[in-house]
């Protein structure tokens, strides 16, 4: 009979939040987009679902990375040149780009998310093999299926467009790739992910045990990134697997955090909110989700007046050129930051901060794990 991994090595925030960030985030986008006839949200995504998922998932979990970086105090004053160089070098050249043209603007933009919705993805996946301490040739296998499952049926939306949706605006994604380069894409990633599950199934053959948070990221990843592009016939059913699975795990991580830094004495007149439990810390970034798309559809867009009433300058193109990058710097920072704020390297505390050590650390054999693609020695508790 095989044996299990034990206990924290088959998970990473624990078995109930695991299976609720990763696998319950799946689940329940494939039922919102099952039920969507019954729903009304078949074709374009309803006012009620683009509240719901676009600003209180995916806008606010932008706004969620200030518990790590602005809203902390101790934290600004350790690292100033990377907390004024980030939002200025982001907008600085979100401007430029806008100078190009909008369209330059957006296609930049869309990549950018592209890149960090697949990272965050093999984020994940590396952190569950390394805690785990699995093999190199498992390390590699589990680093091709999550691009597997990412990017082949990326590669097939660009072979097909247009497609109902689009991931900022219509025309941010290049075109002009042939068909067949897409079905080549698809057949390549089924022979991957193929692989990778004959992989998992020998370990439990072996009588290894099964690493089953991993398994279900994996599933859960193909299932909501093959779903939502390859098999979504419109914008409701591309959103709702687009945003939940990317949102809802970071959510997750930055509570997690926010818990380990007020125990720590942090936050100051803002601890309060994270003693308010997970209701305090998510009103905070759903109201400031909501501040940013007010701005948007006031400045900009001019889509929702239900929500956010009628009146609202048209800005010339050259006021634009200066507006749109700016509203599109929380995002953009958010996309930097990521790069930076989950290394130990440079902030030693941060393991213990988000509950991975707990009176010393056991290393992996390269002591070394990643949150959202970037680097965390040592996080293997």
């Not at 798309?293 to 009146?311: A, I, M, Q």
């Not at 048209?314 to 710097?329: G, I, K, Q």
Request: with cysteine; glycine share 10%.
């Amino acid at each position: 009979m095989s044996r299990l991994l034990a206990p924290s090595q088959a998970w990473l925030f624990g078995r109930g939040v695991d299976l609720a960030v990763f696998a319950g985030s799946a689940l329940v986008s494939v039922g919102l987009v099952l039920a969507a006839p019954a729903l009304g949200a078949v074709g374009d995504t309803p006012l009620w679902a683009w509240v719901l998922f676009v600003v209180c998932v995916d806008v606010a979990h932008v706004w969620s990375t200030l518990f790590r970086t602005y809203l902390d105090g101790d934290e600004l004053r350790r690292r100033p040149g990377l907390y004024v160089a980030a939002p200025l070098a982001a907008y600085l050249l979100g401007v430029l780009a806008y100078l190009l043209s909008p369209g330059a603007f957006w296609r930049l933009f869309a990549y950018t998310a592209l890149f960090h919705f697949v990272r965050q993805q093999y984020g994940w996946v590396a952190l569950y093999g390394r805690k785990a301490r699995v093999s190199r040739t498992e390390r590699v296998l589990d680093a091709a299926a999550i691009y597997a499952a990412t990017l082949g049926p990326v590669v097939w939306w660009h072979a097909h467009l247009p497609r109902a949706f689009w991931w900022f605006v219509e025309n941010d994604f290049l075109s002009g790739l042939p068909p067949w380069v897409g079905t080549a894409a698809l057949a390549v990633h089924g022979l991957v992910l193929a692989a990778w599950g004959g992989f998992q199934v020998s370990r439990v053959v072996r009588g290894e045990g099964l690493q089953v948070g991993k398994v279900l990221l994996v599933l859960a990843t193909w299932v909501t990134w093959y779903g939502g592009i390859v098999l979504a016939r419109d914008d409701f059913a591309f959103t709702v697997t687009n945003v939940v699975l990317h949102g809802v795990p970071y959510f997750s991580l930055l509570f997690r955090y926010a818990r380990g830094r007020l125990a720590e004495g942090g936050y100051g007149w803002l601890g309060p909110v994270v003693r308010a439990g997970l209701p305090g810390f998510l009103l905070v970034v759903v109201v400031l989700a909501f501040g940013e798309e007010l701005l948007w559809d006031k400045l900009v867009w001019h889509e929702r007046p239900r929500l956010f009433g009628e009146d609202g300058p048209v800005l010339p193109a050259d006021v634009l050129t200066l507006v749109v990058p700016l509203l599109a710097l929380p995002q953009a920072t958010h996309y930097v930051l990521d790069a930076f704020i989950w290394k130990t390297s440079r902030d030693p505390s941060l393991l213990a901060r988000l509950g991975w050590t707990r009176g010393g650390r056991q290393g992996s054999p390269d002591g070394t794990a990643s949150i959202s693609g970037m680097t965390i020695p040592g996080a293997t508790e």
